[in-house]
């Protein structure tokens, strides 16, 4: 008997904080699209057909899932684009084509961002596209690159910056067909790899940061606010509903609790047990472990510093994957070494503490030890990304 209303005092106290916390605030479970690489979605973004209509801040923000498990974003003037990564600490979007080919998007069918909550965060240069109708096997050039998703075993599509359209015309054995001339994002890798673009409302990188919900304050209010952050007092008002409703059921809570332990020392008492084999169990506390690889794995991938020349291993790589920001002299970079890709050092030194794995091509280092956490993955897909959790270098 005894047992029995210590369960239901419990039941009793969950159920009213419960019901106390969700008429304070409206937050929703995180939902995927089950990919291999599908991303979490949460607020302030909602899944169609599987969250409520109150999980996401606007309709722009609404994704759904195609059939083939990837994560679509429809916007009114870029169609629908795969959502891989959602960073919701520095509020980004890493966007693609569903067919991987983001360059025919961008070059020949109509895409902007206009009269969308997305902006662009790149530097923009004049390109011309050509299509020479026969293979083109290399060009001199470290600007000029290869469009693999339109080209074919008779023909080449290559992407010419204008500085460089005389020399490459030159040196090319025939003319070319202009396909279009256009202003380019410089993103610091291929047009096939997709972009990042950035949302600046509602401004829930803050509450992330610091490991909270960022959600509505209740179902009816459009007002955002953060919720549940670790290690923070309870809210004045709070307090008072849990001293004025939990009062006297609590100091009664107590009471059975206190007399339920006593009559088990006694019980155990009587029975002549030794004390020391009395233990009372409390429930198991989850281990948490962190992903990624350990401070010496990644202090043993080889560093450099940049000279005035800004002189690089590979030069057609001048701006960072991750915080999107080109290299500067003095800066120091480092070398991942079983792929070779490199990294503002800081930028890829915090990537490697969450995720074993080189940010551009997924190489996983063969001492990397990576373990998942319980309470929340970061899923990265199989393109390279800057994603989520990053830091933000300058």
Same mark, same amino acid.
């Given at each position: 008997m005894a047992v029995s209303k210590f369960s239901v005092a419990v039941l009793l106290l969950l159920a009213f904080l419960f019901l106390n916390g969700a008429e304070s605030q409206f937050l929703c479970k995180s939902s995927s699209c089950n990919g291999v690489s599908s991303p979490d979605v949460r607020f302030p973004f909602r899944l169609k057909n599987s969250q409520d209509s109150r999980c996401g801040y606007q309709p722009d923000f609404d994704l759904f899932c195609n059939n083939r498990n990837q994560t679509i974003l429809n916007l009114p003037n870029a169609g629908d684009l795969v959502v891989e990564i959602i960073d919701y600490r520095f509020q980004r979007l890493w966007i693609n084509d569903p067919d991987q080919c983001f360059p025919r998007r961008i070059l020949i069918d109509s895409f902007n961002l206009e009269n969308s909550p997305f902006i662009y965060n790149y530097r923009f240069d004049e390109f011309t596209v050509l299509n020479c109708s026969y293979y083109v096997q290399t060009l001199p050039f470290d600007r000029?690159?290869?469009?693999?998703?339109?080209?074919?075993?008779?023909?080449?599509?290559?992407?010419?910056?204008?500085?460089?359209?005389?020399?490459?015309?030159?040196?090319?054995?025939?003319?070319?067909?202009?396909?279009?001339?256009?202003?380019?994002?410089?993103?610091?890798?291929?047009?096939?790899?997709?972009?990042?673009?950035?949302?600046?409302?509602?401004?829930?990188?803050?509450?992330?940061?610091?490991?909270?919900? %960022?959600?509505?304050?209740?179902?009816?209010?459009?007002?955002?606010?953060?919720?549940?952050?670790?290690?923070?007092?309870?809210?004045?008002?709070?307090?008072?509903?849990?001293?004025?409703?939990?009062?006297?059921?609590?100091?009664?809570?107590?009471?059975?609790?206190?007399?339920?332990? %006593?009559?088990?020392?006694?019980?155990?008492a009587r029975s002549n047990r030794p004390t020391s084999h009395l233990s009372l169990s409390l429930g198991h506390q989850p281990t948490f472990t962190k992903a990624g690889l350990d401070g010496s794995t990644i202090e043993s991938f080889p560093k450099t510093t940049l000279g005035q020349s800004r002189r690089l291993p590979k030069s057609n790589h001048t701006t960072c994957a991750i915080c999107l920001s080109e290299y500067q002299s003095k800066e120091t970079i480092r070398t991942i070494p079983d792929c070779g890709h490199f990294f503002h050092a800081k930028c890829i030194d915090e990537w490697l503490k969450l995720n074993a794995t080189c940010p551009v091509c997924r190489t996983s280092p063969e001492d990397s030890s990576c373990t998942s956490t319980p309470s929340q993955s970061m899923s990265v897909p199989t393109s390279p990304q800057s994603v989520a959790s990053l830091p933000h270098h300058h």
């Open positions: 000029v690159r290869k469009i693999k998703c339109m080209s074919g075993g008779n023909h080449t599509v290559i992407n010419v910056p204008n500085r460089d359209l005389k020399a490459v015309t030159d040196f090319l054995p025939s003319p070319c067909k202009v396909i279009a001339t256009k202003k380019l994002p410089l993103t610091g890798m291929e047009l096939e790899e997709g972009m990042v673009v950035r949302w600046s409302e509602p401004a829930c990188g803050n509450c992330e940061t610091r490991g909270g919900d %960022c959600g509505f304050k209740s179902n009816s209010s459009g007002e955002v606010g953060c919720f549940n952050l670790p290690k923070s007092g309870i809210p004045r008002g709070a307090k008072y509903g849990l001293i004025i409703g939990v009062g006297i059921p609590g100091v009664l809570f107590i009471i059975g609790l206190v007399c339920y332990i %006593c009559g088990r020392f006694k019980a155990f």
